[in-house]
């Protein structure tokens, strides 16, 4: 499906599709023998979505190791196992220095507002299209989980003034924020990306913080590399009974690197590549000429010291 700009989805269809599969990912990395996370809700909000092929790899029940790999279902589960790790680690640390306002973007399938260890008084709010927040609300109720916080659902595009929503919804622009773009910016467009990061700024109050993962600008070989990569990825899921052509979502080519900018707009930040959290959490890392070895994972400080 190419990409418009008033396009819409559910969890098995377009963009949505991908929140799926990144549950499925998180369900596979929470069932391995040593596993870095442990996400109790993926599994059963990805076997409600009803996509067969993401519920037999959210299960373990996907063809044999070598086809996995072929998949990319090993790569994603390892990279799914640090980058949750990660996000997980943030807010919890962000918790642990005071913050009591959480936003997480574009937020998907994402449990942590029912898994994570929250301390009292925090809110936690969650921005995504409205089909998606239904959904997730209702499954995860459906399976008697409850919040283990202020959980606040904000249902809106991002590509519309959810600002004024997340207002709407009780929060406190003079309070610090632990903000998250997990997974998010590769499916904006480079405007919108400079747009959602200025808003982020400006909805921040000093001391806020922000986690994101992204990579920095690529030439054009790399574009047509990392095209191809998703292409072939793509067909061996269409021989598996699933049709996503997971290139036409994302937004190749020219951006602004998301950590330059940050740091112009009055952020202290932080980077992690991604090769050094897949060998802390020993798993198997890029090699320096993949483009997904140039991804790195960024936290930052608004208006304050570490």
């Known amino acids: 499906m190419t990409r418009t700009d008033n396009d819409t989805w559910d969890l098995a269809s377009s963009v949505g599709a991908t929140a799926t599969l990144v549950a499925a990912a998180r369900a596979a990395a929470s069932r391995e023998h040593d596993p870095l996370i442990d996400d109790?809700?993926?599994?059963?909000?990805?076997?409600?979505?009803?996509?067969?092929?993401?519920?037999?790899?959210?299960?373990?029940?996907?063809?044999?190791?070598?086809?996995?790999?072929?998949?990319?279902?090993?790569?994603?589960?390892?990279?799914?196992?640090?980058?949750?790790?990660?996000?997980?680690?943030?807010?919890?640390?962000?918790?642990?220095?005071?913050?009591?306002?959480?936003?997480?973007?574009?937020?998907?399938?994402?449990?942590?507002?029912?898994?994570?260890?929250?301390?009292?008084?925090?809110?936690?709010?969650?921005?995504?299209?409205?089909?998606?927040i239904a959904f997730k609300t209702e499954t995860l109720a459906e399976q008697g989980a409850e919040p283990t916080c202020d959980r606040r659902p904000v249902a809106m595009d991002l590509r519309n003034d959810w600002a004024t929503a997340l207002r709407e919804a009780g929060f406190d622009q003079q309070a610090p924020t632990a903000w998250s773009a997990e997974g998010l910016l590769g499916y904006l467009p480079p405007d919108a990306q400079d747009r959602l990061l200025d808003t982020v700024t400006e909805l921040s109050a000093p001391g806020s913080r922000v986690a994101i993962d992204t990579a920095p600008p690529s030439n054009p070989e790399e574009q047509e590399e990392s095209r191809e990569k998703m292409e072939t990825i793509s067909a061996h899921w269409r021989d598996n009974g699933f049709d996503l052509d997971f290139g036409s979502l994302v937004y190749l080519g020219e951006r602004n690197d998301a950590s330059d900018y940050l740091t112009d707009h009055g952020w202290q930040v932080d980077r992690s590549p991604v090769n050094d959290l897949l060998a802390a959490g020993r798993r198997g890392t890029f090699d320096d000429d993949e483009p997904m070895g140039k991804l790195y994972y960024l936290s930052a400080i608004y208006g304050g010291a570490r």
């Open 40 to 132: 109790p809700f993926a599994e059963p909000l990805v076997r409600a979505v009803g996509i067969d092929f993401f519920t037999k790899m959210a299960t373990g029940d996907l063809p044999t190791p070598d086809d996995q790999s072929a998949m990319g279902v090993t790569r994603m589960t390892d990279n799914m196992a640090v980058r949750t790790k990660f996000f997980d680690e943030f807010f919890l640390s962000a918790a642990e220095a005071g913050v009591r306002q959480v936003v997480i973007l574009a937020s998907g399938l994402d449990s942590r507002a029912y898994r994570l260890d929250w301390p009292a008084g925090m809110v936690v709010y969650e921005i995504d299209q409205p089909d998606v």
